[in-house]
């Protein structure tokens, strides 16, 4: 089978979906949907298509690069903006070369507002009949971007030309259902694919959630993240966070500083937790945490919401994201308005004082996540989708 993924080459979301595929056999290729040159140091066994690219040191294994090949990457960053300048559509003619070439069974649009817009422009100017086209929603791509005008038709124009939709949430398909989407449907626990229990065992600490000492916050902060407002929770229970400490991960400079001035306010200590640490660690974590809290103004099925359910720390979510989908608010978890501190404080000190109320929402979550999570049922499924999808086409575009 040959399969064009268009999906952002350097994202750990995109790596963890096409790597249950990297030992089929098939005929794979991805066409970066942000024209950077990089990608991520897991990714294998596929053919990377780049404009212009400078010396690849990340590649994986089973990688193959093509496009126009310098020597170092700030040449080829300027041959990149020199195409884009005399070419402003370039990435669209480009796509439109390689489908031409390659001539795919399936093209896969991981992610709307760059994949899904892409992939719409070029079968727009496609004369021939365009092949089977997937498509999968992250995020906020419909939840969030939805809601803007600026946005709409563009992506009425995915939803209405793809075959498949691939959704980590009902609301999801709801609302793709209302942008035009006629295709079939299939609601996935994760859209990158799941976890190795074996691997989760060995890094969830023995001892009971109520019995951890450490507190996980997700630090993303800007157009949807509201990190800040966990820290603010967070200061308001200082009085009952004695012995315990804070780690904040994904965290821009921002939190990070925020961070510091929390634990210099309220003698809590506080680990940012630094880019590039391995997911490994990061499960450990989670592992070790009696609580992990996660605020956004819009989310799909968040992957640390996820590795909360399958590491025992009690989740503490924005209401925002479709964890309500996965927990009954107030038993397995809490969900909360994103912007609120107070009420995100409420949350964190009944989690802090209950512990029969974390140590069953454990067992219950894990239990589920179990159900839903393990890889050995995922991939399988994600391997068979892909081998339905190309038996026959979900919709009659």
């Excluded at 989740?315 to 608010?329: F, G, K, L």
Aim: glycine fraction near 8%; charge should be positive; aromatic fraction near 8%.
């Amino acid at each position: 089978m040959k399969i064009l993924i268009v999906a952002m080459s350097q994202s750990i979301h995109t790596v963890r979906w096409i790597n249950q595929m990297a030992d089929q056999g098939w005929d794979m290729h991805l066409f970066p949907s942000i024209d950077w040159g990089v990608v991520h140091p897991e990714m294998r066994n596929i053919t990377v298509h780049h404009s212009a690219y400078g010396r690849q040191t990340n590649g994986g294994l089973g990688i193959g690069f093509r496009g126009m090949p310098l020597f170092y990457e700030p040449a080829a960053d300027i041959m990149r903006r020199l195409i884009k300048k005399f070419s402003p559509d370039y990435r669209v003619l480009q796509l439109r070369r390689i489908i031409d070439k390659i001539k795919p069974d399936i093209i896969h649009s991981m992610e709307t507002q760059e994949a899904g817009y892409l992939t719409a422009e070029v079968k727009k100017l496609y004369k021939k009949p365009f092949p089977l086209w997937v498509h999968t929603i992250w995020g906020s791509d419909i939840y969030l971007f939805g809601r803007l005008s600026s946005h709409k038709e563009k992506i009425r124009s995915v939803l209405e030309s793809c075959d498949y939709l691939l959704c980590e949430c009902r609301r999801d398909i709801k609302s793709a259902r209302s942008f035009g989407f006629r295709g079939e449907a299939v609601l996935l626990p994760s859209a990158e694919g799941g976890f190795d229990f074996g691997v989760c065992a060995a890094l969830r600490s023995p001892h009971k959630t109520s019995d951890r000492r450490n507190i996980m916050l997700k630090g993303y902060q800007g157009w949807a993240g509201r990190a800040l407002v966990g820290l603010g929770a967070l200061e308001r229970c200082a009085d009952i966070l004695k012995g315990y400490e804070i780690s904040v991960f994904s965290a821009g400079s921002d939190v990070a500083i925020a961070a510091e001035l929390f634990s210099d306010a309220t003698g809590i200590p506080v680990r940012v937790i630094p880019s590039g640490t391995s997911h490994g660690e990061i499960l450990g974590l989670h592992g070790k945490s009696r609580l992990s809290i996660g605020l956004s103004i819009s989310d799909g099925v968040p992957r640390s919401f996820l590795e909360a359910l399958v590491m025992g720390a009690f989740p503490i979510q924005s209401w925002t994201a479709c964890a309500d989908e996965w927990i009954e608010h107030g038993k397995t978890g809490i969900l909360v308005p994103p912007e609120d501190p107070e009420v995100v404080a409420s949350a964190i000190r009944r989690a802090l004082t209950d512990d029969e109320l974390v140590n069953e929402a454990a067992r219950r979550n894990y239990r589920l996540a179990e159900e839903r999570l393990d890889e050995s049922i995922l991939k399988p499924k994600a391997i068979e989708f892909y081998y339905k999808a190309a038996r026959g086409r979900g919709s009659s575009h």
